[in-house]
């Protein structure tokens, strides 16, 4: 329901065939752009702030332009840079970009993609991608101490300019063999732009990076490539024919635009890149070793589009997981209970949750039901075929916007973004559960959707989260970086402080500090002892004491997805370092260790003399 700012969207297509081919056979010499407009609409999910499209010809000559690029900002952005896109940008390479910041910077200048020119084609780089570093500061300290001096600090300028520079001596080296040869003149040119060998470039380039990320690119000698983080992180997928190679960051989109089957879709797997030369030729090569594949699982909870086959079953499965719980925490009272879901993204595993009822109605009626009290019966058989009680109780509106300047009642019109069906149930007797894919920060749940669901009078309120309890940061490209922002981490240090374990906050923030003084590669994930003391039964107790609203009547309950449901439902997408804080790369360990430092120094007191927190320490 927390609209979460999350990873960038890529696609790119290059024309195997002289343009004139597809003028010809499609009538029309837009046709590549054509493609590449619906592949950035059917991934308009993964970035409304910002984007770009770029394009090299082949076959300019010197003197006019070759290398091509439009970027724009807002929701309209797609259409807006395709507005503006003219019969002399047509290329046969095409690339496009969609934008979210997370813990970027905002603005026209941070869109992608990153151009770099130069007079010689082959020096000439054009970058985007789905990324984010960890340890952009230690590439920064690389290139100034090589003497550069990089005009932004930002992870996409710093890795355009390290990429540049592998480019640069890339070329150089061409250049040198050349000459060697005793080539001169514009066959030293033709030389380098036919020899490039982007392989060199990717692996002296990439491997000073700790992160996730798809990198993809262009070179204005004709060259392109997709590249993906050694753990498979970030998402990335390539479709190949005799008229073009195409690379996106969601399957579906490829299915859709070239009208294709999943299995016709491959996808690019960890530490691989997808490289064509700018003869056409491709050819997939391994740039970094692959580690333990840690692909995120929230790509497959939220922040991929439903239409993808395999993510379908796994969210209905998860919704489905869940049954159980539900069923438990509803006191087996199907009968008065309603079921539905936030809009949008919960939708799929809402039918998986009604799914799972229904099926669990006709187990209970082959094999229990027979054998317990009539009691108990009426309470567990709901109807024989099995059927559940569905509304679509919550319904979300646009964005409301407003001119009152007031702060108290702008905030109380932007709690109305979402609305109810009245009458959906039946007040004081009708139980509601309702599942979201996941529970963030819990702020929308305080302001909005619980107020709200109350106006409804149901008898008990059991909203249902099919993730598991958020826990910590990502440090991958997820705008998730801060503790304090997640509810279930609120909660556990409101029930420390309760319980007067200070020791125990203590122990963690010198834990922390001891662990920032090591290499990064041998740190370990100190935070994780702050749950341990806790049941997730505590902690859910405790963030519905923190979110429900004072006046709110219905009695409240909180079931989450369990880690082993999680990985059942999404067994090949192990990542799950926000619920687990297992993160897959030394960065990410060093950053949330950070983390807990930083939130420590800013709420808390410190004794001056050993670093040690006072019993009264909160500031």
């Given amino acids: ?30 046709y590549g752009f054509n ?17 770009g499209i770029a394009s090299v010809s082949l076959t300019n000559e010197p003197g006019t332009e070759y290398m091509f ?32 910041s997370t813990t970027g910077k905002s603005g026209l200048t941070f869109v992608h993609p990153f151009l770099r020119r130069n007079n010689w084609r082959a020096k000439n780089l054009c970058l985007c991608g789905n990324f984010n570093m960890t340890n952009i500061d230690e590439v920064f300290s690389f290139l100034t101490e090589q003497g550069q001096s990089p005009r932004i600090y930002g992870d996409s300028y710093i890795t355009l300019e390290l990429m540049g520079h592998r480019l640069d001596r890339e070329v150089e080296r061409l250049y040198q063999e050349a000459t060697a040869q005793g080539l001169k003149g514009t066959d030293i040119t033709n030389y380098i732009d036919e020899h490039v060998e982007m392989a060199n470039v990717l692996r002296s380039t990439m491997e000073h990076y700790d992160g996730g990320y798809v990198m993809c690119g262009l070179t204005g000698s004709g060259e392109m490539f997709s590249v993906r983080d050694p753990w498979g992180i970030r998402p990335a997928f390539y479709y190949r024919d005799d008229e073009l190679i195409a690379i ?60 993808d086959c395999d993510i379908y079953q796994e969210r209905k499965r998860l919704g489905e997981q869940l049954t159980p719980a539900i069923l438990k925490a509803i006191d087996f009272d199907v009968t008065n209970t309603v079921f539905s879901y936030i809009p949008n993204t919960a939708e799929v595993a809402f039918y998986g949750m009604t799914d799972g009822f229904r099926k669990l109605a006709i187990e209970r009626e082959e094999s229990e039901l027979a054998q317990i009290p009539e009691r108990e019966q009426v309470r567990t058989k709901f109807k024989l075929h099995g059927e559940v009680r569905t509304e679509k109780v919550v319904w979300k509106d646009i964005k409301l916007r407003t001119f009152i ?105 010198l834990a922390c500090k001891r662990e ?10 100190c935070v994780r002892a702050i749950y341990a003391p806790f049941t ?51 960065g990410g360990v060093k950053l949330v260790n950070q983390a807990f ?9 410190l004794k001056e003399n050993d670093g040690c927190l006072l019993s009264d320490c909160k500031k």
């Avoid at 399957?251 to 491959?266: C, G, M, N, S």
Wanted: net charge negative; charged share 25%; glycine share 6%.
């Fill in 1 to 30: 329901m927390e609209q979460l700012k999350h990873e960038c969207g890529v696609a790119m297509i290059r024309l195997l065939k002289p343009l004139d081919y597809y003028e010809k056979k499609y009538g029309t010499w837009t």
């Fill in 35 to 51: 493609k590449l407009y619906l592949m950035m609409e059917k991934q308009h999910n993964r970035g409304q702030e910002g984007a």
């Fill in 69 to 100: 690029r439009e970027k724009a900002e807002g929701k309209g952005a797609i259409t807006e840079i395709f507005s503006r896109v003219t019969e002399e940008m047509k290329g046969e390479l095409l690339m496009g970009h969609l934008r979210y």
């Fill in 248 to 307: 996106a960051s969601e399957r579906p989109v490829l299915q859709t635009t070239f009208d294709i089957q999943a299995e016709d879709v491959h996808e690019l797997l960890p530490g691989q890149a997808l490289i064509i030369h700018k003869s056409g030729e491709s050819r997939l090569e391994q740039i970094m070793p692959a580690q333990k594949l840690s692909a995120c699982s929230f790509e497959r909870i939220y922040f991929s589009r439903g239409s």
């Fill in 405 to 509: 300047a007031d702060n108290s009642e702008r905030n109380d019109l932007a709690a109305h973004v979402y609305d109810i069906s009245y009458g959906s149930l039946e007040a004081g007797k009708d139980n509601l559960v309702i599942i979201d894919d996941s529970i963030v920060r819990g702020t929308t749940l305080k302001e909005s959707i619980f107020k709200i669901l109350d106006r409804l009078h149901p008898k008990k309120i059991v909203m249902v989260s099919s993730s598991p309890q958020i826990r910590y940061p990502d440090y991958y490209g997820i705008d998730m970086a801060r503790l304090e922002e997640f509810c279930a981490f609120r909660a556990t240090m409101a029930l420390i402080e309760e319980r007067g374990m200070w020791q125990l906050i203590n122990d963690t923030y």
């Fill in 516 to 525: 920032l003084e090591k290499p990064k590669e041998e740190m370990v994930n």
């Fill in 536 to 586: 997730v039964d505590e902690i859910n107790q405790k963030i519905v004491e923190m979110l429900r609203p004072a006046d709110m009547k219905a009695p409240i309950e909180l079931v989450f997805q369990s880690i082993e449901g999680l990985h059942e439902a999404c067994p090949n997408h192990p990542g799950d370092w926000y619920f687990t804080g297992h993160y897959p790369t030394p």
């Fill in 597 to 605: 430092v930083n939130y420590i120094n800013k709420t808390y007191t």
